[in-house]
């Protein structure tokens, strides 16, 4: 059981570039998150899935395109990446089962030049 | 939604127990808190949930006064493998998931 799982591990871009980060999760949870922590800060949310089909804006969305691919996979794409979006992302996914956690994967580190 | 604030670093020495509160003011009926911990170059992982009152589990201690509005961490005896970021999530439980946002954090410092 892999839980869920990200890639690529690390990434640099260069400015203007684009790149898909890809998260996977076996768990059959419905609801999927991407959230981005920069360097001694806190997590914030960028984009949310609640359930297949569905997506929406976080905190901090520009910049940034989702897609739920199908129940397990939810990408992320920075269409063209600036060196502000250097960080390290990472994917969550939850059950909408009573009083259940989330689970995150071990992220994605991005730096843009 | 919930907004979250807690004090943004605490240190201690290995032995003593550690409390850390989370002040959530706005909480709603269906949210629970939940509280994750977060090593270097990882992502977070679930420690403790409740909705009111007390839970204990293996590693922790969490406590709910009637109010809600805010929530205690404890951890008991810490080591230095405890030095870590500790968040507490207010969020609905059951039912859509939505916005799920985390505050800055409490970044613990556990000496020898």
């Known amino acids: 059981n892999a839980g869920v799982t990200q890639t690529p591990k690390f990434q640099v871009l260069k400015t203007g570039q684009s790149m898909t980060l890809q998260c996977a999760q076996d768990?059959?949870?419905?609801?999927m998150y991407w959230y981005r922590q920069d360097p001694g800060m806190g997590l914030r949310l960028i984009y949310y899935s609640a359930s297949e089909g569905t997506t929406d804006k976080g905190e901090v969305p520009n910049g940034y395109n989702v897609s739920r691919l199908n129940k397990r996979e939810f990408s992320l794409r920075l269409e063209s990446a600036a060196p502000s979006q250097t960080s390290v992302y990472f994917c969550?996914?939850?059950?909408?089962?009573?009083?259940?956690?989330?689970?995150f994967g071990n992220g994605t580190r991005l730096t843009v030049t | 939604l919930a907004k979250t604030t807690q004090p943004i670093s605490m240190d201690s020495y290995e032995g003593q127990e550690v409390n850390i509160t989370c002040s959530h003011n706005?909480?709603?009926?269906?949210?629970?808190i939940t509280w994750y911990q977060q090593f270097p170059s990882q992502g977070p992982r679930f420690i403790i949930q409740?909705?009111?009152t007390k839970v204990t589990n293996e590693v922790a201690s969490l406590f709910i006064p009637a109010d809600r509005k805010s929530s205690t961490l404890s951890l008991p005896r810490v080591s230095l493998s405890d030095t870590a970021v500790y968040y507490c999530l207010v969020g609905e439980s059951g039912g859509s998931q939505g916005n799920l946002i985390f505050g800055k954090g409490t970044k613990l410092s556990v000496k020898p």
């Open positions: 768990m059959n949870h419905n609801s």
């Open positions: 969550a996914s939850i059950t909408t089962r009573y009083n259940s956690p989330l689970h």
């Open positions: 409740g909705y009111k």
């Open positions: 706005n909480i709603a009926t269906n949210d629970y």
